[in-house]
T-cell receptor, first 110, second 112 residues
Framework: GQNIDQPTEMTATEGAIVQINCTYQ??????LFWYQQHAGEAPTFLSY????GLEEKGRFSSFLSRSKGYSYLLLKELQMKDSASYLC???????????FGAGTQVVVTP | DGGITQSPKYLFRKEGQNVTLSCEQN?????MYWYRQDPGQGLRLIYY???????QKGDIAEGYSVSREKKESFPLTVTSAQKNPTAFYLC???????????FGSGTRLTVV
């Protein structure tokens, strides 16, 4: 299988930076997605990494190391609305099927 | 506007009953997926279909059934054989590799 590990919960204050780490098994790996999910809602796309390195998109950045089976999502200048679950997902076949981690609940405090 | 629609948003089922959750997309996506999410947990794959008239079991298919008679539609039936069906069900579609998923808004199923 494609075990994906990420921390269960992280807490940070408004305006701070938080880094969510994700490790995955590398066999059959195509690419790595990050999704944001607010409680009771569907996940929404944040980022996609297929090559090694850092992808920056506004306050959010995502990093991938294919050889290490490692990714992180960096959230900068945290806002209260960033309180959500962040899902790491590995793309595992040529059709684009995703394997999801359990999600990291980020709690932003005033 | 193109999108993926799940209905109903909330569903209550009596024990022993089968229920069907609807998922319709007008994105012309070939692949469609059903996931289950329990509180505080990630998404677990129930069934998926990558082409019309074909579908595959995911990691937790027991107690569920699907059909894919049309490209646009991928309904999920939760049967009485599913021991613990109360959960949030998400349908997704994809155009293919590297594009990720478009998700429906989900159906929250509760057994009463």
């Amino acid at each position: 299988g494609q075990n994906i590990d990420q921390p269960t919960e992280m807490t940070a204050t408004e305006g701070a930076i938080v880094q969510i780490n994700c490790t995955y098994q590398t066999s059959g790996f195509n690419g790595l997605f990050w999704y944001q999910q607010h409680a009771g809602e569907a996940p929404t796309f944040l980022s996609y990494n297929v090559l090694d390195g850092l992808e920056e998109k506004g306050r959010f950045s995502s990093f991938l190391s294919r050889s290490k089976g490692y990714s992180y999502l960096l959230l900068k200048e945290l806002q209260m609305k960033d309180s959500a679950s962040y899902l790491c997902a590995s793309e595992t076949d040529s059709w684009g099927k995703l394997q999801f981690g359990a999600g990291t609940q980020v709690v932003v405090t005033p | 506007d193109g999108g993926i629609t799940q209905s109903p948003k909330y569903l209550f089922r009596k024990e022993g009953q089968n229920v069907t959750l609807s998922c319709e997309q007008n994105l012309n996506h070939d692949a469609m997926y059903w996931y289950r999410q329990d509180p505080g947990q990630g998404l677990r794959l129930i069934y998926y279909s990558q082409i019309v008239n074909d579908f595959q079991k995911g990691d937790i298919a027991e107690g569920y059934s699907v059909s894919r008679e049309k490209k646009e539609s991928f309904p999920l039936t939760v049967t009485s054989a599913q021991k613990n069906p109360t959960a949030f069900y998400l349908c997704a579609s994809s155009i293919g590799k590297s594009y990720g998923y478009t998700f429906g808004s989900g159906t929250r199923l509760t057994v009463v």
